[in-house]
């Protein structure tokens, strides 16, 4: 049996032996309403020690407008080298596939189609569905879209997902994502695309943006990835061979709360539950 994870308190005590970090976003540098300012801190120091920092986020839209969203809620640039969206590389299952394209998302995720060959359709007039999160993440719940995705299922539609997150944290509230809406769709028997955490090609363009920040090639080994969700960045770390630090204070908090912070033995629990072995956790980033 694998050794359990260690607690440890600082960034500093773990990333010495690494030469590049990738790290999640929404839950672990922000809350979607703020910076977690120990968390740019600790990212910070990293880079200042030589350390290839980049950023690997599910958000479904490009680099330049995740970019300008950390900027505003008070990520400085100096946090991070390089960062992979889901976006980016949604963006290449779109431009291979059909051009007549159905959104499901909010208008702000627009410029996921920027520049692209494609066409915005009824749902009756689509060749492919493209869902970037629900309609409205303020009310939407996931059996919302059932009816419409059964119509969809009827079609043989292809559904691309440009975030496969189920939730995240938006301060205290719990936000449904595309990922919950793509899985429904996939128990209903439809075919879906999926590009971003936990699948290799968002772990590839890391590497390689890591490699051009250290000037040489990168090892996985000599990787560390940093996150809060299970399905998406602990799995995506384990099957893409990089160890993981996981931060408790995030998506999962509730599953293994304590009276004063994590319980050891709910989070054990809960790692053993999900087939996965951090080399470390904290509670928050710092």
């Avoid at 900027?71 to 291979?96: K, N």
């Avoid at 496969?164 to 944290?169: A, N």
């Amino acid at each position: 049996m694998a050794a359990p994870a260690r607690k440890i308190e600082n960034l500093d005590e773990l990333s010495g032996a690494y030469q590049a970090l990738f790290c999640d976003v929404w839950g672990v540098l922000h809350n979607g309403v703020a910076a977690h300012a120990d968390a740019c801190a600790a990212l910070i120091r990293a880079r200042t020690a030589g350390k290839a920092v980049v950023l690997i986020t599910n958000s479904p839209r490009p680099r330049d407008s995740v970019d300008r969203q950390l900027a505003r809620l008070g990520v400085p640039r100096e946090a991070y080298d390089a960062m992979v969206t889901s976006g980016d590389v949604t963006r290449e299952l779109i431009a291979a596939g059909p051009r007549r394209i159905f959104h499901i998302g909010e208008e702000r995720d627009l410029p996921l189609f920027d520049g692209l060959d494609v066409e915005l359709v009824e749902e009756a007039d689509a060749q492919v569905v493209v869902c970037s999160g629900p309609f409205d993440d303020e009310k939407d719940t996931p059996e919302d879209y059932h009816a419409m995705l059964r119509r969809m299922r009827g079609r043989d539609l292809p559904f691309i997902c440009a975030n496969p997150d189920i939730v995240v944290e938006r301060g205290d509230k719990m936000i449904w994502c595309a990922g919950a809406i793509a899985r429904d769709y996939a128990r209903f028997g439809g075919r879906t695309l999926i590009a971003g955490k936990p699948y290799a090609p968002m772990y590839d363009a890391a590497l390689l943006m890591a490699a051009q920040r250290a000037g040489r090639p990168v090892e996985r080994a000599r990787c560390l990835a940093i996150g809060d969700g299970v399905l998406t960045d602990a799995k995506g770390a384990t099957d893409n061979g990089i160890d993981l630090l996981f931060v408790t204070d995030g998506v999962h908090g509730r599953d293994y709360a304590g009276v004063t912070g994590p319980d050891p033995a709910l989070l054990a629990a809960f790692f053993a539950k999900h087939g996965q072995c951090p080399i470390a956790w904290m509670e928050r980033l710092r």
